[in-house]
C-alpha cells in the first residue's frame, strides 16, 4: 500500500515527510487547536459542527484561520480522496506557527493547517461488546476560568495526566470530576447515565467539552422516544445508575460496566445503551 499523504498548508506530502518547525508555538506551548472526525463511506459525519467548534476554539485563542470554512471543508475532504480512505479518522490541526521563543503569539506567523486522514482503533472490539472499565482519576478537569474544556486545544495535559491515572490502574478511560466534585466528562469522552430510566448526561457547564457525539446521541434518544436530560450529577449517580456509557468521536458509542472496580447496574452492557449503540451506527450510515 502506498504512504498516507498529509495535507499541511495547501500541499501533500508523504506521511514520512509531512513536518512542521521545531519553533512552532503549537510545539513549544500547546498553542492551537483541533478537532478529530469520522468519515463513514466516504463522507464526513457532521463536517459543519467540527469546523464550527474548530473556529470557535480558535477565536477563543485569538487564532485566525488563514482559509475560510468552505475551503477548509474542501481540503479536508480532498485528504480523504487521496488517501482513498471511506471509513477513516481526520485529525485537523491549526497551530500558531513558528515563532520567537517566548509565549507572545504576536512573534508568530503562518499558522499551519494540517490535516492527517488514518485509521484508528480506540478500544478492542471485546470493550464494545462487553463494555469498558473505568476509574475516577484524582486529577479535576480544568477549571473552565483557568482554560475552558470548551477550547479544543493542543494542550491535552490535563486528560494525559487524566488517562495515565487511569492506565496505572489498569483502565483505558478515567473519568474526570470538575472543581465542583460533580461529573464533567472522561479523559477524550462525553458521558451518559441510565438512572431511573432517563438518559442523564453532564450539561455544559459542568466544564466539559461539548462533543458532537454527544449532541447526536442526545438527538437520537428523543427521536427513540427515551427521555434525556443534561443535568448535572456526582459519582454517587453513576454508583447507583443502571447503565452507562461514554460518546466520542474517535470512540463513536461505548458502554461501560464498572466504575472503580464497582459493577454499574447488573454489571452488563445494558438494553438503553444497545439500543443507542444500533442507532448511531444507523444514523452514521444514513448521513453517509
Ligand atoms: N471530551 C473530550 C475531552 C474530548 O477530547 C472529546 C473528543 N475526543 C470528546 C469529549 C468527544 O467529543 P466529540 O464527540 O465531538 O468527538
Redesign the pocket.
Known amino acids: 500500500m502506498s504512504s498516507l499523504e498529509v495535507y499541511i498548508n495547501g500541499s501533500f506530502y508523504p506521511k514520512q515527510e509531512a513536518k512542521i518547525s521545531v519553533y512552532d508555538h503549537g510545539l513549544l506551548y500547546g498553542d492551537g487547536v483541533f478537532e478529530?472526525?469520522r468519515a463513514y463511506g466516504g463522507r464526513i459525519f457532521r463536517l459543519q459542527q467540527?469546523l464550527d467548534?474548530l473556529y470557535e476554539s480558535a477565536r477563543a485563542i485569538l487564532l485566525e484561520i488563514p482559509m475560510g470554512s468552505q475551503d477548509l471543508a474542501d481540503a479536508v475532504l480532498e485528504t480523504l480522496r487521496r488517501n482513498q480512505l471511506q471509513d477513516a479518522y481526520i485529525r485537523l490541526v491549526v497551530t500558531r506557527g513558528a515563532g520567537t521563543l517566548g509565549l507572545d503569539p504576536d512573534r508568530t506567523s503562518d499558522p499551519q493547517i494540517i490535516i492527517i486522514a488514518d485509521k484508528i482503533s480506540l478500544y478492542p472490539d471485546e470493550y464494545y461488546q462487553n463494555g469498558l472499565e473505568i476509574v475516577t482519576a484524582s486529577t479535576i478537569r480544568n477549571h473552565p476560568a483557568a482554560l475552558s474544556?470548551r477550547i479544543?486545544s493542543l494542550n491535552?495535559l490535563n486528560?494525559i495526566m487524566a488517562k495515565i491515572e487511569g492506565k496505572l490502574a489498569g483502565c483505558a478511560e478515567a473519568l474526570m470530576l470538575n472543581h465542583k466534585g460533580e461529573v464533567a466528562?472522561?479523559?477524550?469522552?462525553?458521558i451518559f447515565i441510565v438512572r431511573r430510566g432517563r438518559l442523564l448526561t453532564p450539561p455544559i457547564d459542568a466544564g466539559?467539552?461539548?462533543?458532537?457525539?454527544?449532541?447526536?446521541v442526545i438527538e437520537l434518544a428523543s427521536s427513540e422516544g427515551i427521555s434525556v436530560q443534561e443535568l448535572s450529577f456526582t459519582r454517587h449517580d453513576i454508583f447507583v445508575a443502571e447503565e452507562c456509557f461514554l460518546?466520542?468521536?474517535?470512540?463513536e458509542v461505548i458502554p461501560v460496566i464498572k466504575l472503580d472496580r464497582r459493577p454499574i447496574g447488573n454489571g452488563q452492557v445494558g438494553p438503553i445503551t444497545k439500543q443507542l449503540i444500533q442507532a448511531f451506527h444507523g444514523l452514521v450510515r444514513s448521513e453517509a
Open positions: 478529530g472526525m467540527h467548534r474544556p479544543k491535552y486528560n466528562e472522561c479523559t477524550g469522552d462525553n466539559i467539552l461539548e462533543g458532537i457525539t454527544r449532541n447526536a460518546t466520542g468521536s474517535a470512540a
